[in-house]
């Protein structure tokens, strides 16, 4: 029996397997290198990166919720310059994709950390988080309109020497019409999804638990909606989709690519399990070749309908 060859590509990309870590519950990759060998990921997606260093938001800004957590850790991060300065040379030793996740409170500010990571060595893909607040307009996050996810995704293509995956925020009424205005716009992937904007409640002290009162949502709470919501924009756009939301193990994975994304990212199970998405890699790796499914590749976007009989 042969073993399934577990090669993605996501457009120009090139990935040994369809597992990534997502952006924020990672760290910079380094921080899990005494846990994971990081070589045998399809790829890490270090945490979002803006133009300045930024402290986040104050404590508390983390808390359980049923099956998931919420967090409103306000983007904390190095700043470009300690990031290429620091963090870089030693993600260049990997043998992964490194994705870069960059956000900013302007499309100018989006444009200048694209611009800062030109001619990096090392760095395979730039994510674009479009789920912060806009400063520009009264702090809607850029993600909840189409045409200013439209106008981030242009910006960031017109600096950006690297393929562009547009993340997608799932707080809006319908992620087909943002997934469409950024691939119009000339995303080269979309990955979803980010949190769910959510809230809870101290009720002896009457308080918010989170700080900054409400956080985004993640964990198995959110997966029947990332995988619905993955389900809907495969079907609208012609890019590749990387998807997410809530994965825990190989089997929750599986749904993402059977529903066809070409890649899983992985987030809030690395808090409970560092080494979950060796794991992931190989349970999916399993299930295919124990069904002598030869790659990986077959399995993405094989859903069936429920009345077909294959
Ligand atoms: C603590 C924390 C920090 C995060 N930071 C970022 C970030 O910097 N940029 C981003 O695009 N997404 C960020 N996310 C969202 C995750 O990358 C992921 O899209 C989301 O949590 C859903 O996946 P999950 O349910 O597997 O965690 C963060 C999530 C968590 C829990």
Redesign the pocket.
């Known amino acids: 029996m042969s073993v399934t060859d577990m090669k993605v590509t996501i457009g120009s990309l090139e990935l040994k397997n369809p597992v990534l870590t ?4 990672f760290g910079y990759g380094r921080e899990f290198s005494p846990l994971v060998d990081l070589n045998l990921l399809g790829g890490i ?1 270090v ?2 990166l803006s133009l300045k260093p930024m402290s986040g938001n104050p404590p508390p800004r ?1 808390v359980e919720t049923p099956c ?2 919420l ?1 409103a ?1 306000g ?1 904390a ?1 190095v700043g470009l310059e300690i990031f290429l300065k620091e963090k870089v040379p030693w993600l260049q030793g990997l043998d992964t994709a490194v994705v870069v ?1 960059i ?1 900013g409170h302007s499309i100018d500010e989006y444009s200048a950390v694209a611009e800062g990571l030109r001619g990096v060595e090392g760095i395979s893909a730039i ?1 674009v ?1 479009i ?1 912060c607040p806009n400063v520009e307009c009264g702090g809607m996050a850029f993600g909840t309109d189409p045409d200013v996810s439209a106008r981030v995704t242009e910006a960031v293509l017109k600096k950006s020497d690297k393929p562009v995956i547009v ?1 997608l925020s799932p707080n809006v009424t319908d992620i087909r019409a943002v997934a469409r205005a950024v691939e119009k716009a000339g995303a080269n992937a979309i990955s979803l ?3 769910l904007t959510g809230m809870a409640i101290d009720i002896d002290r009457r308080v918010p638990k989170l700080a900054n009162i409400s956080g ?1 949502l ?2 198995p709470a ?2 029947p909606v ?1 995988v619905y919501m993955v389900y809907q924009v495969v079907r609208t756009v012609h890019i590749p989709v990387i998807g ?4 825990m193990d190989y089997r929750d994975a599986l749904e993402f690519l059977i529903a066809g994304a070409h890649a899983v ?5 690395n808090f409970v399990n560092p080494g979950v998405s060796m794991d992931i890699i190989e349970g999916i790796r399993k299930f295919c070749t124990d069904r002598g499914i030869d790659r990986i590749q077959d399995i993405i976007g094989s859903l069936r309908t429920r009345n077909s009989n294959a």
């Open positions: 997502a952006s924020g519950t997606v945490k979002g983390i998931g957590m967090n850790i983007l991060n996740n956000y994510e988080n789920s993340k999804i980010n949190t985004g993640s964990g959110i997966r990332a997410g939301g809530g994965i990212q992985v987030g809030t199970a």
